[in-house]
C-alpha cells in the first residue's frame, strides 16, 4: 500500500518525488501535499491582514502557483492542510530558513522572505510595517525565533498529528560547479560554509526536539558538486 507523503521544503526535497529525477518513486507514494521553500517561522506565525481586492499578480510568470504561495503565507492555513490531510509522511527540509529568511510584520507576525515572487503583488507591498530578518544578518534573534517556531511546530505535532513520521533532509550547500564538458570551478558564493554550519545547527536542534518522532536523510559521497546541466539551473545545494 502506498504511503501519503506531504513535503514543507524546497526543490532538493521534492526532487526526490520527480519522475524526471526517480522514474519509479510514485509506486511506493502518494505526494498529497507541497509547501514550496516556506520558512518554519511563517508557517507557525499568526495571519496577516491582506485586501482580497489587491491580491493580482502582474507578467506571465505569476501564476496560480505563485498566487497560491502567498496566499498560504498570508492565510497560515499549513496547520489545517496537514490536519484536513494526515499524511503517514512528512519531509521537510531548512533550506528556506537558511536562504531566504523572514519578513516580520507589524512585529507580530512573519512572512517568508522571497522578494522576487513578493514584489509585484500590491497585497504585498499594502504591508507598511515589515522588516527583513536573515540567519546571515540577525543570526541571534533569528535563531531564537525560529527555535521557537519548532518548539511550536513539535507540539502541534504532537498533538494532532502523533501517527504522522517526521524525515528531516540534510542536504550540502557546495561552492563547486561541475560542467557538462567535466570542467570543475569554484563558485563565487561566500556565504556557503555558514549556511552549512546554520543548516546543521538546525538539524541538531530539531532532532532533539523531535526525538524518536523524526528521522534525517542524505547521501554519503566523498565529492558532490553543483551542476550547470540541472534542468532548473545551476543549483547551490546538493543532498550529501
Given at each position: 500500500?502506498?504511503?501519503?507523503?506531504?513535503?514543507?521544503?524546497?526543490?532538493c526535497s521534492r526532487d526526490l518525488f520527480n519522475s524526471k529525477f526517480v522514474c519509479?518513486?510514485?509506486?511506493s507514494f502518494d505526494l498529497i501535499y507541497y509547501s514550496f521553500q516556506t520558512s518554519?517561522?511563517?508557517?507557525?506565525?499568526?495571519?496577516?491582514?491582506?485586501?482580497?481586492?489587491?491580491?493580482?499578480?502582474?507578467?506571465?510568470?505569476?501564476?496560480?502557483?505563485?498566487?497560491?504561495?502567498?496566499?498560504?503565507?498570508?492565510?497560515?492555513?499549513?496547520?489545517?492542510?496537514?490536519?484536513?490531510?494526515?499524511?503517514?509522511?512528512?519531509?521537510?527540509?531548512?533550506?528556506?530558513?537558511?536562504?531566504?529568511?523572514?519578513?516580520?510584520?507589524?512585529?507580530?507576525?512573519?512572512?517568508?522572505?522571497?522578494?522576487?515572487?513578493?514584489?509585484?503583488?500590491?497585497?504585498?507591498?499594502?504591508?507598511?510595517?515589515?522588516?527583513?530578518?536573515?540567519?546571515?544578518?540577525?543570526?541571534?534573534?533569528?535563531?531564537?525565533?525560529?527555535?521557537?517556531s519548532i518548539d511550536k511546530f513539535i507540539n502541534f505535532m504532537d498533538e494532532y498529528?502523533?501517527?504522522?513520521?517526521?524525515?528531516?533532509?540534510?542536504?550540502?550547500?557546495?561552492?563547486?560547479?561541475?560542467?557538462?564538458?567535466?570542467?570543475?570551478?569554484?563558485?563565487?558564493?561566500?556565504?556557503?560554509?555558514?549556511?552549512?554550519?546554520?543548516?546543521?545547527?538546525?538539524?541538531?536542534?530539531?532532532?532533539?526536539?523531535?526525538?524518536?518522532?523524526?528521522?534525517?536523510?542524505?547521501?554519503?559521497?566523498?565529492?558532490?558538486?553543483?551542476?550547470?546541466?540541472?534542468?532548473?539551473?545551476?543549483?547551490?545545494?546538493?543532498?550529501?
Amino acid at each position: 500500500m502506498k504511503k501519503q507523503l506531504a513535503i514543507i521544503g524546497a526543490c532538493c526535497s521534492r526532487d526526490l518525488f520527480n519522475s524526471k529525477f526517480v522514474c519509479d518513486w510514485n509506486e511506493s507514494f502518494d505526494l498529497i501535499y507541497y509547501s514550496f521553500q516556506t520558512s518554519f517561522i511563517s508557517l507557525t506565525s499568526e495571519p496577516i491582514p491582506y485586501s482580497r481586492k489587491l491580491l493580482s499578480f502582474e507578467g506571465k510568470n505569476y501564476s496560480t502557483w505563485y498566487k497560491n504561495i502567498l496566499l498560504r503565507e498570508l492565510n497560515k492555513s499549513y496547520y489545517n492542510d496537514l490536519l484536513s490531510l494526515q499524511p503517514d509522511n512528512l519531509l521537510i527540509d531548512f533550506y528556506s530558513d537558511v536562504v531566504n529568511g523572514c519578513w516580520q510584520i507589524e512585529g507580530k507576525s512573519f512572512m517568508t522572505y522571497r522578494l522576487k515572487d513578493q514584489k509585484n503583488n500590491a497585497a504585498f507591498y499594502e504591508i507598511s510595517d515589515k522588516r527583513e530578518i536573515k540567519p546571515l544578518t540577525h543570526y541571534e534573534e533569528y535563531m531564537i525565533w525560529w527555535k521557537k517556531s519548532i518548539d511550536k511546530f513539535i507540539n502541534f505535532m504532537d498533538e494532532y498529528l502523533p501517527l504522522t513520521n517526521i524525515v528531516v533532509n540534510v542536504p550540502y550547500f557546495n561552492d563547486q560547479i561541475l560542467y557538462s564538458n567535466g570542467k570543475i570551478e569554484k563558485y563565487k558564493e561566500d556565504n556557503v560554509q555558514r549556511y552549512n554550519e546554520i543548516y546543521h545547527e538546525m538539524v541538531d536542534y530539531f532532532s532533539m526536539r523531535g526525538g524518536n518522532k523524526s528521522s534525517n536523510i542524505g547521501f554519503k559521497a566523498k565529492v558532490l558538486y553543483r551542476s550547470r546541466i540541472h534542468i532548473w539551473g545551476s543549483m547551490d545545494c546538493t543532498l550529501s
